[in-house]
């Protein structure tokens, strides 16, 4: 079954600087993938998502995520980050079930003045 | 935009209760999806429907039911509830375009108490 992992559970980070979320997956073929933001209280909002074509793509809020084969990850990046980014952020890929995604366990960030 | 809405954003219940937590999407999708996200675990399928009145179990299908009588409207159903099916809860519909590539667009939740 295709999965994906989050290594780590919580981020913290000086607002301004850059920003990297790693996500692992796990699957032989080109894996479907997607990086959605809950922030406190809210429902998930998808930020972006690799289907095939270009390994670097954009997303909503300045963010951008690149797909690497060779390390199996694809890694979620900001250059600056802002206070309002302060959310927990999932990694998915196309689930096992047809239509349905699985999700990483998830990382929290904390962004400090 | 796509919007999908659940019927309450905080649930207390009592244990054995049967419970009904409602969702709804206006965007005419295909097929739509309870999650449970308890911390330290992620998100958790429990069913989907891929059509009107028809379901599939996903990975947590024990002690919960579903409905989905209109396109638009699934329910997720807790027959009996327990103590340790306290947790958040979301709803999340697609518009059906593939396995694996089709984008989810998630409710606001419900985070449910089981007294």
């Known amino acids: 079954a295709q999965s994906v992992t989050q290594p780590d559970i919580h981020i913290t980070v000086s607002e301004g600087a850059s920003l990297e979320l790693r996500c692992n997956y796990s699957?032989?073929?080109?894996?479907?993938l997607f990086w959605y933001v809950q922030s406190p209280g809210q429902g998930l909002q998808l930020l972006l998502k690799?289907?095939?074509?270009?390994?670097l793509v954009q997303g909503i809020k300045g963010f951008e995520a690149e797909f690497k084969r060779s390390q199996s990850s694809f890694n979620l990046r900001k250059p600056s980050v802002h206070w309002s980014d302060a959310a927990e952020y999932f990694c998915?890929?196309?689930?096992?079930?047809?239509?349905?995604?699985?999700f990483g366990k998830g990382t929290s960030l904390l962004v400090t003045p | 935009d796509v919007k999908v809405t659940q019927s309450s954003r905080y649930l207390v219940k009592r244990t054995g209760e049967k419970v009904f937590l409602e969702c709804v999407q206006d965007?005419?999708?295909?097929?739509m999806f309870w999650y449970r996200q308890d911390p330290g675990l992620g998100l958790r399928l429990i069913y989907f429907?891929?059509?009107?009145?028809?379901?599939e179990k996903g990975d947590i299908p024990e002690g919960y039911s579903v409905s989905r009588e209109k396109k638009e409207r699934f329910s997720l159903i807790l027959e009996s509830a327990s103590t340790n099916q306290t947790s958040m809860y979301l709803c999340?519909?697609?518009?059906?375009?593939?396995?694996?590539?089709?984008?989810?667009?998630f409710g606001p939740g419900t985070r449910l108490t089981v007294l």
């Open positions: 999340a519909s697609s518009l059906g375009t593939g396995p694996g590539t089709d984008t989810q667009y």
């Open positions: 690799y289907f095939s074509g270009d390994t």
């Open positions: 998915a890929t196309g689930g096992s079930s047809g239509y349905a995604l699985n």
């Open positions: 965007m005419d999708h295909e097929n």
């Open positions: 699957y032989g073929a080109t894996p479907y």
């Open positions: 429907s891929y059509d009107v009145k028809m379901k």
